[in-house]
């Protein structure tokens, strides 16, 4: 499919540019066929207007080093948390980070990063992104709801609309960024395409997507959507840094899990009573079990197969659900915690595949 190809457009598509646009046999039944064969798209103000596009591309994420999309191809594997989590432990580590909900229909970003509620500002420059600390900028859809519960019942081209606006409009600051992570809805919708050509129009001119971060978790009814994502990012030419594995089993100490007897009644101070005076040793002992039974060879087999690496298992840690929840830096909060040591793993790879800069300045100076 041409990269210049409308969101909606039918697979196979040769471009609206092209001179075979609304002829070509994968035209038929296109819902832009009749655009395209009248010469719509490639007029003159089409093409400059593309242009421009392309230029203000360009010109919002020439100061950006790094953009790292966050896909999955199915709801509730824990995308905004890795988000969230990944850039909160990157700025954490000094570096400048921007975190852009695309999610425009469930926007989760803002409560996970401890911005719920605040409000976004317009100046000449653009938009002024919520800061959850210095080194962390966020921009959403929530910051521009007059009511926080409001359902957004958008069309794909008002959705793709706000997009381009989120990508060219935001103002990160003097500076720019060294990551950008972009937490993405399920799927591979009219967002996913529009959001990829944007970054790939821009990819002309030097910037674009450095790669995706694609998470699972351990079921074949994840994976099976999960490998449509892949596929796609295959068809999108978007890298893939590799493939996390959430939620692969929850991880907890004895002292912080709770018991309830053969009535259903909570007997967890009996139990803690009991275990502190027979088997004191136990309390701080990990209790760990799956929660999703792992198909074949599971994530990492899936990682293996389509030549993607795999960045590693995150457990279903109870600090991380309550890190989100409470907008807080999780390695940071909990640095004992089962997860902590996962996370930081991921964020050490995701540096070492995208290293900044001064990263790659400090590595040669240490060589020689």
Not at 293 to 302: D, E, H, Y
Request: glycine fraction near 10%.
């Amino acid at each position: 499919m041409s990269s210049e190809a409308p969101s909606n457009a039918n697979e196979g598509c040769v471009g609206p540019t092209s001179q075979e646009a609304g002829k070509a046999a994968a035209c038929a039944g296109c819902p832009n066929q009749g655009a395209c064969s009248s010469g719509a798209f490639s007029s003159p103000a089409a093409l400059a207007a593309k242009e421009k596009e392309k230029a203000n591309l360009h010109n919002a994420l020439s100061e950006v080093s790094h953009v790292v999309l966050v896909l999955s191809g199915k709801g509730g594997v824990g995308k905004s948390t890795v988000s969230t989590q990944v850039a909160q432990s990157l700025s954490s580590r000094g570096y400048s980070v921007g975190l852009l909900d695309v999610d425009i229909c469930g926007p989760s970003i803002p409560r996970m990063a401890g911005v719920l509620g605040r409000e976004v500002h317009q100046s000449q420059s653009g938009w002024t992104p919520v800061y959850a600390n210095p080194n962390l900028a966020v921009m959403s859809i929530s910051f521009l709801l007059e009511e926080g519960d409001a359902a957004v019942v958008w069309r794909g081209p008002r959705k793709n609309g706000l997009i381009k606006q989120f990508l060219t409009e935001t103002d990160w600051g003097v500076g720019g960024l060294d990551y950008l992570i972009i937490d993405t809805p399920p799927g591979t919708s009219d967002e996913h395409i529009s959001i990829v050509q944007y970054l790939n129009n821009a990819r002309s001119s030097g910037q674009g997507a450095s790669g995706a971060i694609v998470v699972t978790t351990p079921e074949e009814v994840s994976m099976a959507d999960v490998r449509k994502e892949l596929n796609f990012c295959k068809k999108t030419s978007v890298p893939v840094l590799g493939v996390i594995e959430n939620m692969s089993g929850l991880q907890t100490k004895v002292s912080d899990m709770r018991f309830m007897n053969d009535q259903s009644d909570d007997c967890t101070n009996d139990v803690l009573s009991m275990l502190k005076e027979k088997c004191p040793e136990l309390l701080s002992m990990m209790a760990i079990t799956d929660v999703f039974p792992s198909a074949g060879t599971g994530p990492q087999g899936m990682a293996s197969k389509f030549g993607v690496p795999y960045l590693g298992k995150l457990p279903l840690d109870p600090n991380l659900l309550k890190s989100c929840e409470e907008g807080v830096s999780f390695v940071d909060q909990y640095p004992s915690s089962p997860g902590a040591t996962p996370l930081n793993n991921i964020v050490d790879k995701l540096i070492l595949a995208l290293p900044v800069e001064d990263d790659e300045e400090e590595a040669e100076a240490m060589e020689t």
